[in-house]
């Protein structure tokens, strides 16, 4: 986010932006610091970044509608919003798109900001944040200990980059990997760096909650991206909330393979659509059973 020089009076809006139940109402373990029993922390490292990188491939070849809103606030009151929805698609020679099916006119101005390159790459890319074994030695990994997340029991680790490397993003917080399934289930922290230049020149960017949800009973794919966060911009604090949301998740029928524990993934019958299992998976989180509400 940069702030801008100008800022306008503020407009009173509704502001319709309560957590969702299922993620109001998840239940958090206490954080035990206790060492893995029978695995190594570098072991379900290598575990969990392995799964990653199939869960990265599998997610190339779905597609999914995104949904963002991010609002700056005083108090309880909306001064300006950003929204964008668009679906993730494929052209008919099977190449990845964007189809945007509503993108109103921002008024984030009127708070006091503006997006930047950084804020779309975080959108795209960092808030569905993906850990994979080739993105292992960029970054610092700790293991912190183990937490219940509502029936999930979870390793936590804390990551950070090693370095900046030209003007690539990165992440820095904490992640939850499920002992079950070694995949990555939650993550809470922020995209960096951030920039504090001359010339009043700032990039901050808010702190993120992102819950997973297990799809097609396979992987654990971002459903929902919350951040409620103050930007300390040198000349005044601003606060900014996002949400960001990842719905109908659908395989796409292509060549491509996709693996799962070293083998490859039936294709989905377009058929089983219309089946219930496929309609829950639909769902928004309010609709879903709590036995499928994973996100905490």
Not at 12 to 39: M, Y
Not at 92 to 103: L, S, T
Not at 252 to 262: A, M, Q, R, T
Request: proline share 6%; net charge negative; with cysteine.
């Amino acid at each position: 986010m940069k702030r801008l020089w100008r800022l306008v009076s503020p407009v009173a809006v509704l502001a319709a932006c309560l957590l969702p139940p299922s993620v109001a109402s998840a239940q958090e373990g206490s954080l035990l610091s206790d060492q893995p029993k029978g695995i190594t922390p570098e072991e379900i490292i290598q575990r969990f970044a392995t799964k990653e990188k199939e869960f990265k491939e599998a997610r190339d070849q779905y597609t999914y509608r995104e949904d963002i809103h991010v609002m700056t606030l005083d108090g309880s009151t909306i001064t300006g919003q950003y929204k964008e929805v668009f679906d993730v698609l494929f052209d008919d020679q099977g190449r990845r798109m964007e189809n945007v099916v509503f993108a109103p006119q921002s008024t984030l101005e009127q708070g006091g900001l503006s997006l930047d390159e950084g804020d779309i790459q975080d959108f795209r890319h960092r808030l569905p944040f993906v850990l994979t074994i080739d993105e292992i030695p960029e970054y610092n990994i700790i293991y912190v200990g183990q937490q219940q997340e509502d029936e999930l029991h979870c390793y936590v680790f804390d990551i950070s980059p090693k370095r900046y490397e030209g003007k690539k993003r990165y992440f820095e917080g904490r992640i939850w990997v499920d002992d079950h399934d070694f995949q990555i289930v939650k993550t809470y922290g922020k995209a960096v760096p951030e920039v504090r230049g001359k010339r009043g020149t700032e990039h901050l960017y808010p702190k993120f909650t992102t819950w997973r949800q297990q799809i097609d009973g396979k992987y654990w794919f971002p459903t929902y991206t919350r951040a409620d966060d103050t930007l300390h911009f040198q000349l005044n604090d601003i606060h900014i909330r996002e949400i960001v949301k990842y719905e109908d998740y659908k395989r796409f029928g292509s060549s491509v393979k996709i693996l799962y524990n070293g083998q490859e993934v039936e294709k989905a019958n377009p058929q089983e659509q219309k089946t219930p299992q496929n309609q829950t998976q639909n769902q928004t989180p309010q609709q879903q059973t709590p036995q499928q509400q994973k996100p905490q």
